[in-house]
């Protein structure tokens, strides 16, 4: 016998799955405002890794192990690089790249008055305010991902390699794509575009 006033929260299920649970429960396809509403309420499993594509609710898959590791230097270095840059780093921001699209990348350098909004509850930005996207592993960097950050107005992604150490640096987006790919090796300093006194060293391989 059903209990009456259960709370079921959304499954989310691994990344590129859309969100189980009854017919009825959910549009099939969510706006952006939709699922920033399931988030706000509790109504969406493990939340901090919850991302809207194509307008389904997906799980982003978390880092573990060596690649975790390696995301948090990075993350270490991209904030003692940043000091009174007026920029700030956030892991899992999420992204606002479309009317059916909130994506979760690794890491995002924004202007630091975005950030209080990005840390609220559910909150969002747009891809275009981000200074840096930073995407680890292929599966992340895939070019339909991407061209969905190229075609949201990101003006730079670095994808690092989590296998063999380097990093490719995406810049100049037009027409959904990206114009410069620059490829960096290991204990090369990388640059960030609009932030002349920023670099951080490419990462060893694990």
């Not at 706006?31 to 890794?49: C, I, S």
């Not at 003692?80 to 890491?107: E, N, T």
């Not at 990388?190 to 060893?204: C, D, H, R």
Request: proline share 7%; aromatic share 6%; hydrophobic share 40%.
């Amino acid at each position: 016998m059903k209990r009456r006033g259960a709370h079921r929260r959304t499954a989310v299920r691994g990344r590129g799955h859309a969100a189980g649970g009854q017919a009825g429960h959910a549009p099939a396809v969510l706006a952006g405002a939709e699922f920033v509403t399931l988030l706000k309420r509790g109504q969406l499993a493990d939340p901090q890794n919850a991302e809207l594509r194509a307008g389904r609710p997906v799980r982003a898959r978390p880092l573990t192990g060596q690649a975790a590791s390696v995301l948090q230097r990075l993350e270490r270095l991209l904030v003692q690089a940043s000091v009174g840059s007026g920029v700030q780093v956030s892991a899992r921001p999420l992204v606002r790249l479309g009317p059916h699209d909130l994506w979760r990348p690794h890491l995002g350098l924004f202007p630091v008055r975005a950030v209080s909004t990005i840390h609220a509850s559910g909150a969002t930005t747009e891809a275009a305010a981000a200074r840096l996207i930073v995407l680890l592993s292929r599966g992340e960097a895939r070019p339909e991902r991407l061209a969905g950050y190229a075609a949201a107005g990101a003006g730079e992604v670095w994808s690092v390699s989590l296998c063999e150490g380097w990093t490719v640096r995406y810049r100049s987006p037009w027409a959904g794509r990206y114009q410069s790919r620059t490829l960096w090796y290991p204990g090369e300093a990388v640059p960030i575009s609009g932030l002349p006194t920023v670099s951080v060293e490419a990462m060893q391989p694990p």
